[in-house]
């Protein structure tokens, strides 16, 4: 798996409360990004870092924020959590960020009750 | 942005014969079209990758083919085996500085090959 994990992998949690994903890569790679796959939807983006401190927001970023303050971690919070928001979160790495390849982590599977 | 489509959603074939999916894309600028599969319960893993300056890229029974003109790219799996069952995403990327790497991925293809 590239050297990601993703932690918790299994999480559920009542519709108001914050909730952190964490994404930690042993590859050293620059960029980091969190998808988050729903049935007949894909993968599609919530934010993206490319560099420690430097993030953006992807396509559906509305009740998400990220923080990277180290290369290795990449975190993922949901600051009042809905049941929109259940889902499964993947994160992935790339080595740059012109049209190299991207890994996945494992995923967490987020239920929001 | 960049919007992919892929179909068919899902596909059923017999062990030994070919599969086939296909996407197209939007964005003319897109340059690279990575595949993923995915099993059940784990993350999606990268089996093939062509750049638009290749029509046409082979990996034993895999194969991907691209048509700029038509803004089109296709996975072709040969022999296919039980172990191919799973769901097939297709993606693109523009290789743009501003870009970041973001993919855009097409909506799955749930694939079955039945014995």
């Known amino acids: 798996d590239a050297g990601i994990t993703q932690s918790p992998r299994h999480k559920v949690t009542e519709t108001g409360t914050p909730v952190t994903l964490r994404c930690h890569q042993t590859?050293?790679?620059?960029?980091m990004y969190w998808y988050r796959q729903d049935p007949g939807h894909g993968l599609r983006l919530i934010h993206y870092?490319?560099?420690?401190?430097?993030?953006d927001k992807g396509e559906v970023s509305d009740g998400y924020s990220v923080s990277r303050s180290k290369t290795e971690d990449f975190l993922l919070t949901l600051e009042s959590a809905t049941s929109s928001q259940t889902s499964v979160y993947f994160c992935?790495?790339?080595?740059?960020?012109?049209?190299?390849?991207?890994?996945f982590g494992q995923g967490t599977r987020l239920t929001v009750v | 942005g960049e919007n992919v489509e892929q179909h068919p959603s899902t596909l059923s074939v017999q062990e030994g014969d070919s599969a086939v999916i296909k996407c197209t894309y939007s964005?003319?600028?897109?340059?690279?079209f990575p595949w993923y599969k995915q099993e059940l319960g784990k993350g999606p893993q990268l089996i093939i990758d062509?750049?638009?300056?290749?029509g046409e890229k082979k990996d034993q029974r895999i194969a991907v083919t691209l048509n700029k003109t038509a803004k089109h790219f296709s996975l072709h799996i040969t022999e296919t085996q039980p172990e191919d069952s799973a769901v097939y995403f297709c993606?693109?990327?523009?290789?743009?500085?501003?870009?970041?790497?973001?993919?855009?991925f097409g909506a799955g293809t749930q694939v079955v090959v039945t014995p």
């Open positions: 992935a790495i790339s080595v740059n960020g012109q049209g190299a390849e991207a890994f």
């Open positions: 062509i750049r638009s300056n290749v």
């Open positions: 590859e050293n790679h620059r960029y």
């Open positions: 870092s490319y560099g420690v401190k430097d993030t």
């Open positions: 964005d003319s600028a897109s340059n690279y």
């Open positions: 993606a693109a990327s523009n290789g743009r500085a501003d870009s970041w790497g973001k993919l855009q």
